[in-house]
């Protein structure tokens, strides 16, 4: 029974002892390119036809303000912040909002964007339309 490792493995081994470190820089590399992409978010989200816009009060969760008329997030309600990430109800008790929202069929709040500078500049359907 030969028990010796043959030479052709030792060389295998070190080759991808090399190569290993070199395909790893380079996945390291995609992911730094793809994280740059996601970070240049374009300056305007692109909202659901049917959400409104209106200035939100979180009270206590979750209970909120829609126009200085008392509302209900959903179950589950989903808040993103300006930069697109996900918010916590909690986080923003007690301070005024220009958002899009979108309610479920039930009529509770389901999800709702904070709105940026340039997207509050854009003219939308308000959720209460104000007398001039």
């Known amino acids: 029974m030969n028990r010796c490792i043959h030479r052709s493995f030792w ?10 470190p070199l395909g790893l820089m380079h996945v390291n590399v ?3 390119s793809n994280a740059s992409n996601e970070m240049a978010q374009p300056a ?7 959400a409104l816009r209106a200035a939100l009060v979180v009270t206590q969760p979750p209970e909120i303000l829609i126009d200085g008329k008392p509302e209900r997030l ?6 993103r912040g300006a930069n697109n990430m996900m918010v916590m109800s909690g986080a923003l008790v007690g301070q005024q909002y220009l958002v899009h929202f979108v309610r479920e069929p ?26 001039y």
């Open 44 to 50: 305007v989200r692109a909202f659901p036809a049917k």
């Open 11 to 20: 060389r295998s081994c070190v080759a991808l002892l090399v190569a290993a």
């Open 30 to 32: 995609l992911a730094q």
């Open 74 to 79: 959903s179950p589950g309600a989903r808040i």
């Open 106 to 131: 039930m009529g509770l709040v389901h999800e709702v964007w904070i709105l940026t500078e340039a997207e509050a500049r854009i003219a939308h359907t308000l959720a209460t339309p104000r007398a």
